[in-house]
């Protein structure tokens, strides 16, 4: 089983900037996907941005513009930089990997909380 660790969760006032990291260890080649998703208080946890081995990236509509995902295939690595920050941010944050068809892992959360 891949485990994942996620940094660099914390508070900002809206309109300012983070970076989320997220390591893998345990995975015997580089993924497939890493990446990122979020659950608000009473929401579904939705998908922020991803990353693929090909350094294809897919985002979520509401971060599009504002949120940039990168990824190191080789060092199972994924960040995700959060500029211009609002309070409907507000989440713990999750990081995703896929390394095969029967290898998913997610990390353990990271709380991430934009002040008006």
């Known amino acids: 089983q891949v485990q994942l660790v996620e940094s660099g969760g914390g508070l900002v006032q809206a309109g300012g900037s983070l970076e989320l990291s997220c390591a893998a260890s345990?995975?015997?080649?580089?993924?497939?996907?890493m990446g990122w998703y979020r659950q608000a208080p009473g929401k579904q946890r939705e998908l922020v941005a991803t990353?693929?081995?090909?350094?294809?990236?897919n985002y979520g509509d509401s971060v599009k513009g504002r949120f940039t995902v990168s990824g190191d295939y080789f060092k199972n690595t994924v960040s995700l930089l959060m500029t211009n920050l609002k309070p409907e941010d507000t989440a713990v944050y999750y990081c995703?990997?896929?390394?095969?068809?029967?290898?998913?892992?997610w990390g353990q959360g990271t709380q991430v909380t934009v002040s008006s």
């Open positions: 345990g995975a015997a080649f580089g993924f497939v996907r």
């Open positions: 995703y990997g896929k390394w095969g068809p029967w290898s998913e892992s």
């Open positions: 990353i693929d081995s090909g350094d294809s990236t």
